[in-house]
């Protein structure tokens, strides 16, 4: 069982950047694909972008260009680089694990962390 824990949320202003930190703990040697997620009070949950274990990224279109995901292996830990910050990309944002499929669709994720909340203010 892999167990995550996300991190690095926080309140900027519309235009600023943050970088979430997600690190995994447990058997993460059979790690294959984390993504990101998130949810908005009283909005359905949204997918990200997620990336496997050999780099290969998958972005929810609209958001292409000011978010990346990358990884350090190394550390177990998976990022998510927001930039140009708006408003409405406020949410609590998770990680979690694929086996299989590596796009960012819930459906196939599972190992959810707690949770990361970020706020924009503009």
């Known amino acids: 069982q892999v167990h995550l824990v996300e991190s690095g949320g926080g309140s900027v202003q519309a235009g600023g950047s943050l970088r979430l930190s997600c690190a995994a703990f447990g058997y993460t040697y059979i790690w294959y694909c984390v993504g990101w997620f998130r949810q908005a009070p009283g909005k359905e949950r949204e997918g990200v972008a997620a990336?496997?274990?050999?780099?290969?990224?998958n972005y929810a279109d609209s958001l292409k260009g000011r978010f990346t995901i990358s990884q350090d292996g190394a550390k177990n830990t998976v990022y998510l680089q927001m930039n140009s910050l708006k408003p409405e990309d406020t949410a609590m944002y998770y990680c979690?694990?694929?086996?299989?499929?590596?796009?960012?669709?819930?459906?196939?994720?599972?190992?959810w962390g707690q949770g990361t909340q970020v706020t924009v203010s503009s």
């Open positions: 990336i496997d274990s050999n780099g290969s990224t």
């Open positions: 979690a694990v694929s086996y299989g499929t590596c796009r960012p669709e819930s459906a196939f994720f599972g190992n």
